[in-house]
């Protein structure tokens, strides 16, 4: 992986990666080190409060890279990423990352830019946008084919529905 961090450009990101899935923290050494590179992401960048707005980086058959955009008004919904393990580095602005409790409300972490997490295949979340003009990077593996996005009913009663990757994530109802 530490050849990643010499590469100029997205076609040759895959020549610095090993040929087989990554685990969640080689993940987050590959999210940190894409957002370190602005040449890689910066001209994707664009914002939408109707739309996230969202581009695929790099996807190959061990791992997949996004870029996200966020304003306040973006917010993924309850869900999590079926078999795939992820990575998230904030590059500019703030998210906010909810994780699902039990009989009580979600807990609530500020992600602000500088800071990244990681995550298994059993994370379930959700992020929002806090500040305008939020941006980050979001590596996966194995690459994303379907997704999970979760409701909870008003009697508490979890629902999953299973999603495309290619999908905008959106709230499926309006807990948080």
Known sequence: MTDLLATSGLGELAEGLPERDLDKHELKQLAD????RPELWRQHVAFDDENRHYVSLHRDQHVDVWVLCW?????????????????????????????????????????????????GPDHIHRLTGRDAG???????????????????????????????????????????
């Open 33 to 36: 080190s894409i957002a370190t």
């Open 71 to 119: 304003t306040p008004a973006n917010d993924t919904g309850w869900h999590d990423h079926d078999i795939s393990s992820g990575a998230v580095a904030v590059v500019e602005g703030c998210l906010t990352e909810h994780n699902l409790a039990v009989d009580r409300p979600s807990l609530a972490t500020e992600v602000p830019a500088g800071q990244s997490y990681c995550f």
């Open 134 to 176: 939020s941006v980050s990077i979001h590596a996966y593996s194995p690459p994303l084919w379907r997704m999970g996005q979760y409701a909870v009913g008003p009697t508490g009663i979890l629902r999953r529905t299973s999603v495309s990757y290619a999908d905008e994530l959106r709230p499926l109802d309006d807990m948080i």
